[in-house]
């Protein structure tokens, strides 16, 4: 089958770092074609002019192809595309008649609501009202709709209703990684990870004092790895106090924004990714994408107890489910794993069976290639 999935962002293999939006599509196509089916990735041509940043063209991985959305319809009807998947609403009003090739709607993350929590954007009244006719309208154009994530279904569902086509398909797609084993840490002592970018819909929980200690007194190497997403208006996505202090620190190691191979490398190389952050609508939905890619490279992770990720980290033993402010489980959870890093294999073996059994590009993708071959 011919299949060609839309991406708003860079994707791994360009030489660039990339965001979850990038990493969704490229592990769709991934598995689609791990599953034996011919997939094209297409690349939003002003997407990749504001973003490269170059006057040197962008390296294309094998099967890509950079259009403008309003020559897409064009592209499906000569290259025989049996279905195009879109992982976002804003081209929808652009692809015009797709003839024969049916359409799957990618809800991979909650924009609505990452939206609705930049409270401080001037437009934010204008952006909302222009996002959720953009949302309906590419809800009513589709033949299908998939999930990223099954805590999703309900809001997806609401959002199927409104625009008029509640009995559409659906069904749950999780994210596609290739499983990557874990290597040889360069040290004994505990090597902890905090990666993401900053965005004004997530806030840090009260991690930095529980760690901040143990930096101090030498039993943990922090590695921060944090910016700003290239596409991304920001108005309190920035470092907060606590976030500014560990960066100042001398004894953490800051890292520019790395590529996908490199950043997977360094949390290959590590022990626990910290990932806790405040709660609020938009993170009771997400689909965290750093502490994804942390467990598709067999990294524990310590995470909050309700967002996508959680019920995998829960079910597998792939990390610790903490509340945002329970610095003391934190702390304890980090005292003993510095003090024996033997304590970790329990949990790195968990999240080793989550990189195979859940997010494997093949397994992962099966949901979406039942859907395509019952509406084609």
Sequence with gaps: MRIAILSNDLIPGMGRPVAAPGIRVWGLALGLRELGHEVAIILDEWMISVAWRSTVPPPLPSGCTILKPRRIQEYVRTHGIQALVITNSNHAANLGDLGDCRLVYDFFAPKMLELVQNVAREDLAEATATLEQQKLAALAKSDAVVVNGAKKLDYVRDWMARSGVPDLPVAVVNPGLPPMTPEPCPTGRLQVIVSGYLQPWSHPGAWVDAVLPLIDEGAVDL???????????????????????????????????????????LLARSHLSLDVFARNPERELA???????????????????????????KDYDAGWLVDEDDVTSMRSILEEAAADLATLEPQRSGALAVAREVL????????????IRDIT
């Excluded at 397994?363 to 979406?368: G, H």
């Design 360 to 371: 494997e590009p093949g397994v992962a993708a099966q949901p979406l290639e039942r859907i």
């Design 287 to 313: 689909m965290v994408t750093r502490s994804v890619v942390a467990l598709s490279c067999g990294l524990p992770v310590m995470h909050v107890p309700f967002s996508e990720v959680s019920g995998w980290i």
């Design 223 to 265: 590695h921060l790895l944090v910016g700003a997403h290239w596409g991304q208006r920001q108005t309190r996505g920035k470092m907060t106090p606590e976030m500014q202090r560990l960066a100042e620190h001398p004894s953490v190691r800051s890292h520019r924004l790395l590529r996908l191979g490199d950043f997977r490398r």
